[in-house]
């Protein structure tokens, strides 16, 4: 299994990205998909999930209303679309697909739900 995430950048504050990660290796529509992000100098944290339909959703308090994670089956990618960018936000972003098939539950959340991950997209929004 392959993840190729993308569409990191530098970005002034109020300012928006969208995040792409590319999926090979595993039929994709049955995975749910998650986005985490690591701050420097601290541990890898949820940002949000989409099940394997994209029926469902989970958004981190921190982000919710202001990021919107989305996913094309037939193009094997899952996004993030990030708005309203804060410099609390800056981190490496790390796209991870689900270990199990069609759980499309609220472990969601945490990081040992996923047993692929992506290289990671470095996000700095500037105040």
């Known amino acids: 299994v392959q993840l190729q995430a993308s569409g990191g950048g530098l970005v002034q504050t109020g300012g928006s990205l969208r995040l792409s990660c590319a999926a090979s290796?595993?039929?994709?529509?049955?995975?749910?998909m998650g986005w985490f992000r690591q701050a420097p100098g601290k541990g890898r944290e949820f940002v949000a999930a989409i099940s394997q339909s994209g029926e469902y959703t989970y958004y981190a308090d921190s982000v919710k209303g202001r990021f919107t994670i989305s996913r094309d089956n037939a193009k094997n990618t899952v996004y993030l679309e990030m708005n309203s960018l804060k410099p609390e936000d800056t981190a490496v972003y790390y796209c991870g697909i689900c270990a199990k098939a069609f759980y499309s539950g609220p472990n969601l959340r945490r990081g040992n739900e996923y047993d692929y991950w992506g290289q990671g997209t470095l996000v700095t929004v500037s105040s």
């Open positions: 290796g595993r039929t994709f529509s049955d995975y749910a």
